[in-house]
Protein backbone atom coordinates (compact mmCIF):
# COMPACT_ATOMS: atom_id res chain seq x y z
CA UNK A 1 0.00 0.00 0.00
CA UNK A 2 1.40 3.43 -0.80
CA UNK A 3 2.58 5.72 1.63
CA UNK A 4 0.60 8.95 1.88
CA UNK A 5 1.36 12.05 3.53
CA UNK A 6 -0.51 15.00 5.66
CA UNK A 7 -0.48 18.52 4.30
CA UNK A 8 1.95 19.61 6.97
CA UNK A 9 4.65 16.66 5.84
CA UNK A 10 4.20 17.72 2.13
CA UNK A 11 4.66 21.21 2.62
CA UNK A 12 8.01 20.69 4.68
CA UNK A 13 8.96 18.17 2.21
CA UNK A 14 8.38 21.39 -0.60
CA UNK A 15 9.72 24.11 1.74
CA UNK A 16 6.37 26.12 1.00
CA UNK A 17 3.56 26.50 3.66
CA UNK A 18 -0.08 24.41 3.72
CA UNK A 19 -2.24 27.65 2.08
CA UNK A 20 -0.27 27.68 -1.20
CA UNK A 21 -1.19 23.96 -1.28
CA UNK A 22 -4.29 24.55 -0.11
CA UNK A 23 -4.44 27.20 -3.03
CA UNK A 24 -3.36 24.89 -5.78
CA UNK A 25 -5.41 22.28 -4.98
CA UNK A 26 -8.60 24.83 -4.64
CA UNK A 27 -8.31 27.42 -7.67
CA UNK A 28 -6.07 24.57 -10.16
CA UNK A 29 -7.36 21.34 -9.25
CA UNK A 30 -3.81 20.00 -9.42
CA UNK A 31 -4.41 17.44 -6.49
CA UNK A 32 -6.84 14.58 -5.20
CA UNK A 33 -5.69 13.85 -2.06
CA UNK A 34 -6.96 11.33 -0.20
CA UNK A 35 -8.91 11.73 3.16
CA UNK A 36 -8.44 10.02 6.65
CA UNK A 37 -10.82 8.57 8.89
CA UNK A 38 -10.29 11.87 10.40
CA UNK A 39 -10.96 14.09 7.41
CA UNK A 40 -6.76 15.14 7.13
CA UNK A 41 -5.80 15.22 3.47
CA UNK A 42 -3.62 12.46 2.50
CA UNK A 43 -0.84 13.28 -0.27
CA UNK A 44 0.93 10.85 -2.56
CA UNK A 45 3.93 10.81 -4.15
CA UNK A 46 2.77 11.85 -7.37
CA UNK A 47 1.09 14.57 -5.99
CA UNK A 48 4.87 15.93 -4.40
CA UNK A 49 6.15 14.78 -7.93
CA UNK A 50 3.53 17.55 -9.54
CA UNK A 51 4.02 20.23 -7.04
CA UNK A 52 7.71 20.02 -7.55
CA UNK A 53 7.32 20.20 -11.56
CA UNK A 54 5.47 23.39 -10.24
CA UNK A 55 8.12 24.82 -8.43
CA UNK A 56 10.53 24.28 -10.52
CA UNK A 57 8.25 25.63 -13.89
CA UNK A 58 7.29 28.99 -11.44
CA UNK A 59 11.43 29.86 -10.42
CA UNK A 60 12.05 29.75 -13.94
CA UNK A 61 9.52 32.46 -14.26
CA UNK A 62 6.65 31.02 -15.94
CA UNK A 63 3.35 32.47 -14.84
CA UNK A 64 1.41 30.25 -12.66
CA UNK A 65 -1.54 29.39 -15.80
CA UNK A 66 1.14 28.62 -18.36
CA UNK A 67 2.81 25.90 -15.51
CA UNK A 68 -0.14 24.30 -14.75
CA UNK A 69 -1.53 24.12 -18.32
CA UNK A 70 2.44 22.67 -19.30
CA UNK A 71 1.24 20.13 -16.58
CA UNK A 72 -1.82 19.13 -17.60
CA UNK A 73 -0.21 18.76 -20.98
CA UNK A 74 2.23 16.38 -19.96
CA UNK A 75 -0.63 14.51 -18.00
CA UNK A 76 -2.92 14.08 -20.77
CA UNK A 77 -0.03 12.89 -23.20
CA UNK A 78 0.64 10.24 -20.62
CA UNK A 79 4.13 11.70 -19.65
CA UNK A 80 5.51 10.45 -16.44
CA UNK A 81 8.40 9.83 -14.95
CA UNK A 82 7.42 6.36 -12.90
CA UNK A 83 10.09 3.33 -12.55
CA UNK A 84 7.48 1.12 -14.27
CA UNK A 85 7.25 3.20 -17.81
CA UNK A 86 8.88 0.55 -20.98
CA UNK A 87 12.08 0.73 -22.39
CA UNK A 88 10.44 0.30 -25.67
CA UNK A 89 8.11 2.66 -24.86
CA UNK A 90 10.61 5.76 -23.60
CA UNK A 91 12.29 4.83 -26.64
CA UNK A 92 9.67 5.24 -29.28
CA UNK A 93 8.83 8.52 -27.94
CA UNK A 94 12.30 9.62 -27.59
CA UNK A 95 13.87 9.27 -30.77
CA UNK A 96 11.66 12.26 -32.44
CA UNK A 97 12.76 14.76 -29.24
CA UNK A 98 16.76 13.16 -29.98
CA UNK A 99 16.10 14.21 -34.12
CA UNK A 100 14.88 17.54 -32.89
CA UNK A 101 17.65 18.18 -30.85
CA UNK A 102 20.38 16.86 -33.10
CA UNK A 103 19.17 18.92 -35.85
CA UNK A 104 19.28 22.01 -34.06
CA UNK A 105 22.46 22.07 -33.01
CA UNK A 106 23.45 20.73 -36.51
CA UNK A 107 22.04 24.09 -37.70
CA UNK A 108 23.48 25.71 -34.55
CA UNK A 109 20.31 27.07 -34.14
CA UNK A 110 19.95 27.98 -30.80
CA UNK A 111 16.18 28.84 -30.50
CA UNK A 112 15.57 24.98 -31.91
CA UNK A 113 18.02 23.52 -29.27
CA UNK A 114 16.47 25.26 -26.40
CA UNK A 115 13.02 24.44 -27.78
CA UNK A 116 14.13 20.96 -27.93
CA UNK A 117 15.20 20.33 -24.36
CA UNK A 118 12.31 21.81 -23.03
CA UNK A 119 9.95 20.24 -25.34
CA UNK A 120 11.48 16.88 -24.17
CA UNK A 121 11.14 18.17 -20.39
CA UNK A 122 7.56 18.53 -21.12
CA UNK A 123 6.38 15.57 -22.67
CA UNK A 124 8.69 13.13 -20.65
CA UNK A 125 9.29 14.72 -17.50
CA UNK A 126 12.57 15.87 -15.64
CA UNK A 127 14.03 12.61 -15.00
CA UNK A 128 12.40 10.52 -17.95
CA UNK A 129 14.18 13.88 -20.38
CA UNK A 130 17.24 12.97 -18.58
CA UNK A 131 17.16 9.29 -19.11
CA UNK A 132 15.70 8.89 -22.80
CA UNK A 133 16.95 12.18 -24.24
CA UNK A 134 19.30 14.17 -22.89
CA UNK A 135 21.93 10.98 -22.24
CA UNK A 136 21.62 9.55 -25.34
CA UNK A 137 21.94 12.44 -27.19
CA UNK A 138 25.30 13.52 -25.35
CA UNK A 139 26.45 10.13 -26.32
CA UNK A 140 25.57 10.21 -30.12
CA UNK A 141 27.33 14.21 -29.97
CA UNK A 142 30.09 12.05 -28.57
CA UNK A 143 30.57 10.00 -31.67
CA UNK A 144 29.78 12.61 -34.01
CA UNK A 145 32.77 14.78 -32.70
CA UNK A 146 35.28 11.78 -32.41
CA UNK A 147 34.14 11.18 -36.28
CA UNK A 148 34.06 14.70 -37.54
CA UNK A 149 31.03 15.08 -38.21
CA UNK A 150 30.17 17.69 -36.13
CA UNK A 151 32.61 20.42 -35.00
CA UNK A 152 34.21 21.89 -31.43
CA UNK A 153 31.74 24.73 -32.68
CA UNK A 154 28.37 22.44 -32.56
CA UNK A 155 29.89 20.83 -28.91
CA UNK A 156 30.17 23.41 -27.17
CA UNK A 157 27.14 24.88 -28.13
CA UNK A 158 25.39 22.07 -27.44
CA UNK A 159 27.05 21.20 -23.82
CA UNK A 160 26.23 24.93 -22.60
CA UNK A 161 22.40 24.30 -23.77
CA UNK A 162 21.58 21.48 -21.98
CA UNK A 163 23.59 22.57 -19.31
CA UNK A 164 21.68 25.51 -18.85
CA UNK A 165 18.33 23.85 -19.00
CA UNK A 166 19.09 20.87 -16.80
CA UNK A 167 20.38 23.28 -14.36
CA UNK A 168 16.98 25.53 -14.12
CA UNK A 169 15.34 22.53 -13.52
CA UNK A 170 16.82 22.54 -9.95
CA UNK A 171 15.32 23.04 -6.79
CA UNK A 172 16.65 25.42 -4.36
CA UNK A 173 15.67 23.85 -0.41
CA UNK A 174 16.73 24.78 2.79
CA UNK A 175 18.82 22.43 4.85
CA UNK A 176 16.74 22.48 8.27
CA UNK A 177 14.91 18.79 8.22
CA UNK A 178 16.17 17.08 4.82
CA UNK A 179 19.25 15.36 3.55
CA UNK A 180 21.84 17.55 2.35
CA UNK A 181 24.57 16.22 -0.39
CA UNK A 182 27.36 17.98 -1.84
CA UNK A 183 27.65 16.99 -5.26
CA UNK A 184 30.78 17.34 -7.70
CA UNK A 185 33.90 16.70 -9.92
CA UNK A 186 37.39 16.11 -7.79
CA UNK A 187 40.56 17.42 -9.24
CA UNK A 188 41.64 17.40 -13.06
CA UNK A 189 37.78 16.04 -13.65
CA UNK A 190 36.10 18.84 -15.69
CA UNK A 191 33.08 16.46 -17.57
CA UNK A 192 30.64 16.97 -14.82
CA UNK A 193 27.13 17.15 -16.89
CA UNK A 194 26.64 14.05 -15.33
CA UNK A 195 27.19 15.42 -12.02
CA UNK A 196 24.85 18.32 -12.75
CA UNK A 197 22.11 16.34 -13.52
CA UNK A 198 22.18 14.10 -10.22
CA UNK A 199 22.53 17.22 -8.17
CA UNK A 200 19.34 18.46 -10.00
CA UNK A 201 17.07 15.03 -9.54
CA UNK A 202 18.28 14.99 -5.92
CA UNK A 203 16.84 18.73 -5.49
CA UNK A 204 13.14 17.44 -7.09
CA UNK A 205 13.57 14.56 -4.88
CA UNK A 206 13.79 17.05 -1.33
CA UNK A 207 17.60 16.66 -1.08
CA UNK A 208 19.07 20.01 -0.18
CA UNK A 209 22.41 20.11 -2.59
CA UNK A 210 25.49 22.54 -3.29
CA UNK A 211 26.63 21.72 -6.55
CA UNK A 212 30.56 22.60 -6.76
CA UNK A 213 31.05 21.44 -10.58
CA UNK A 214 33.81 20.57 -11.95
CA UNK A 215 37.87 20.07 -11.10
CA UNK A 216 37.19 21.19 -7.33
CA UNK A 217 39.89 19.91 -5.21
CA UNK A 218 38.89 17.46 -2.37
CA UNK A 219 40.02 19.20 0.44
CA UNK A 220 37.07 21.87 -0.74
CA UNK A 221 34.80 18.96 -0.70
CA UNK A 222 35.77 18.21 3.06
CA UNK A 223 35.41 21.48 3.83
CA UNK A 224 32.10 22.06 2.79
CA UNK A 225 30.93 18.88 4.22
CA UNK A 226 32.21 19.28 7.33
CA UNK A 227 30.83 22.94 7.52
CA UNK A 228 27.18 21.50 6.03
CA UNK A 229 27.57 18.37 8.35
CA UNK A 230 26.33 16.24 4.77
CA UNK A 231 24.20 13.15 4.54
CA UNK A 232 26.13 12.79 1.57
CA UNK A 233 29.57 13.88 -0.76
CA UNK A 234 28.20 12.28 -4.25
CA UNK A 235 31.95 12.42 -6.75
CA UNK A 236 32.19 11.50 -10.11
CA UNK A 237 34.94 11.00 -12.78
CA UNK A 238 35.49 9.29 -16.30
CA UNK A 239 38.99 7.96 -15.36
CA UNK A 240 39.60 5.67 -12.21
CA UNK A 241 42.95 8.24 -11.75
CA UNK A 242 40.74 10.98 -9.95
CA UNK A 243 39.89 8.47 -7.25
CA UNK A 244 42.84 6.07 -6.79
CA UNK A 245 45.60 8.96 -7.02
CA UNK A 246 43.61 10.30 -3.93
CA UNK A 247 42.63 7.55 -1.62
CA UNK A 248 43.64 9.22 1.72
CA UNK A 249 41.93 12.22 1.43
CA UNK A 250 38.69 10.50 -0.09
CA UNK A 251 39.17 8.38 3.02
CA UNK A 252 39.53 11.65 4.82
CA UNK A 253 35.82 13.18 3.73
CA UNK A 254 34.17 9.30 3.99
CA UNK A 255 35.02 9.80 8.04
CA UNK A 256 32.57 12.76 7.68
CA UNK A 257 29.60 12.00 5.41
CA UNK A 258 28.80 8.95 3.31
CA UNK A 259 30.77 8.87 -0.06
CA UNK A 260 29.11 7.96 -3.02
CA UNK A 261 31.43 7.70 -6.27
CA UNK A 262 29.66 7.26 -10.02
CA UNK A 263 31.20 7.36 -13.31
CA UNK A 264 32.92 5.06 -15.77
CA UNK A 265 36.06 5.51 -13.74
CA UNK A 266 34.38 4.14 -10.45
CA UNK A 267 34.47 0.98 -9.54
CA UNK A 268 33.52 -1.52 -7.17
CA UNK A 269 37.06 -1.99 -6.25
CA UNK A 270 37.78 1.42 -5.30
CA UNK A 271 34.27 1.77 -3.74
CA UNK A 272 35.10 -1.37 -1.44
CA UNK A 273 38.76 0.30 -0.50
CA UNK A 274 36.95 3.38 0.61
CA UNK A 275 33.79 2.28 2.45
CA UNK A 276 31.78 4.24 -0.26
CA UNK A 277 28.57 3.63 -2.07
CA UNK A 278 29.38 2.51 -5.83
CA UNK A 279 26.44 4.40 -7.83
CA UNK A 280 25.75 2.29 -11.19
CA UNK A 281 22.95 3.29 -13.86
CA UNK A 282 22.28 6.48 -15.11
CA UNK A 283 21.62 10.13 -12.94
CA UNK A 284 17.97 9.11 -11.95
CA UNK A 285 19.37 5.20 -11.04
CA UNK A 286 21.94 6.57 -8.87
CA UNK A 287 19.89 9.01 -6.96
CA UNK A 288 17.65 6.04 -6.38
CA UNK A 289 20.56 4.29 -4.58
CA UNK A 290 21.41 7.74 -2.82
CA UNK A 291 17.67 7.70 -1.46
CA UNK A 292 17.28 4.04 -0.14
CA UNK A 293 20.57 4.32 1.55
CA UNK A 294 19.79 7.08 2.99
CA UNK A 295 16.20 7.31 3.80
CA UNK A 296 16.49 9.98 6.73
CA UNK A 297 18.29 13.00 7.38
CA UNK A 298 20.65 11.90 9.88
CA UNK A 299 23.60 13.87 10.70
CA UNK A 300 21.48 16.35 12.96
CA UNK A 301 21.35 13.50 15.79
CA UNK A 302 25.41 13.64 16.39
CA UNK A 303 28.00 16.62 14.82
CA UNK A 304 30.59 13.99 13.40
CA UNK A 305 34.26 14.60 14.98
CA UNK A 306 37.36 13.93 12.84
CA UNK A 307 38.36 10.35 12.25
CA UNK A 308 34.80 8.99 12.99
CA UNK A 309 31.23 9.12 11.23
CA UNK A 310 28.42 10.24 12.73
CA UNK A 311 27.64 8.12 16.03
CA UNK A 312 25.18 6.16 14.21
CA UNK A 313 26.17 2.65 12.85
CA UNK A 314 23.84 2.96 9.35
CA UNK A 315 26.61 5.55 8.13
CA UNK A 316 29.65 4.17 9.69
CA UNK A 317 32.35 3.49 6.57
CA UNK A 318 31.71 -0.36 6.03
CA UNK A 319 27.94 -0.70 7.06
CA UNK A 320 26.48 1.05 4.24
CA UNK A 321 23.16 -0.76 3.08
CA UNK A 322 23.65 -3.23 0.29
CA UNK A 323 23.15 -0.80 -2.89
CA UNK A 324 20.29 -2.36 -4.58
CA UNK A 325 20.39 -4.04 -7.83
CA UNK A 326 20.46 -0.90 -10.40
CA UNK A 327 17.08 -0.47 -12.63
CA UNK A 328 18.17 -1.46 -16.21
CA UNK A 329 19.53 1.88 -17.55
CA UNK A 330 20.63 2.99 -20.96
CA UNK A 331 23.86 1.71 -21.83
CA UNK A 332 24.72 5.30 -22.43
CA UNK A 333 25.10 6.29 -18.59
CA UNK A 334 28.39 4.56 -18.59
CA UNK A 335 29.79 7.56 -21.12
CA UNK A 336 27.19 10.23 -20.00
CA UNK A 337 29.15 10.50 -16.90
CA UNK A 338 31.98 10.95 -19.53
CA UNK A 339 29.84 13.25 -22.08
CA UNK A 340 32.07 15.88 -22.95
CA UNK A 341 30.38 19.32 -21.51
CA UNK A 342 32.87 21.78 -22.66
CA UNK A 343 30.68 25.09 -22.30
CA UNK A 344 32.12 27.55 -19.57
CA UNK A 345 29.64 29.40 -18.03
CA UNK A 346 26.24 28.58 -17.94
CA UNK A 347 24.46 26.77 -15.40
CA UNK A 348 27.03 25.18 -12.97
CA UNK A 349 29.68 27.43 -13.41
CA UNK A 350 32.87 26.88 -14.33
CA UNK A 351 34.65 26.05 -17.61
CA UNK A 352 34.82 22.44 -18.64
CA UNK A 353 37.13 20.37 -21.22
CA UNK A 354 37.18 20.52 -25.00
CA UNK A 355 39.47 19.69 -27.33
CA UNK A 356 41.95 22.33 -27.26
CA UNK A 357 42.33 21.53 -23.40
CA UNK A 358 42.66 17.60 -24.18
CA UNK A 359 39.26 16.88 -23.68
CA UNK A 360 37.79 13.08 -24.80
CA UNK A 361 35.16 12.81 -26.61
CA UNK A 362 32.81 10.05 -25.59
CA UNK A 363 33.19 6.46 -26.34
Not at 20 to 35: C, K
Not at 75 to 80: E, F, L, Q, V
Not at 113 to 137: F, K, M, N
Amino acid sequence: METRMRIGEMAQRLGISTDVLRAWERRYDLFEPERSTGGYRLYSAEDERIARDLIALRSRGTPIGTAVEQLRARAAAGAHEADGASEEGSAGEAQPLIDDLDQAVRALDQVGATAAVRRATVELGVEGAISAVLLPYLHLLGEQWADGTVSVAHEHFASHTVRRHVGSMAVDLPSVGRRVAVVGCPSNERHDIGSLMVAVVLSRRGWSVRFLGGDTPLTVFDSVASTLRADAVVLSGIRGSVFEAQLPLLRRIADVSILAIGGAGASAEVAAQLGALHLQGDPVAAVSQLDAAIPLRLTHLTPPRRGRSPDLARVTPGRLPPSPTPRSAPARWASAWSARDSSSGGVGGRATGSPAAGGRPAR
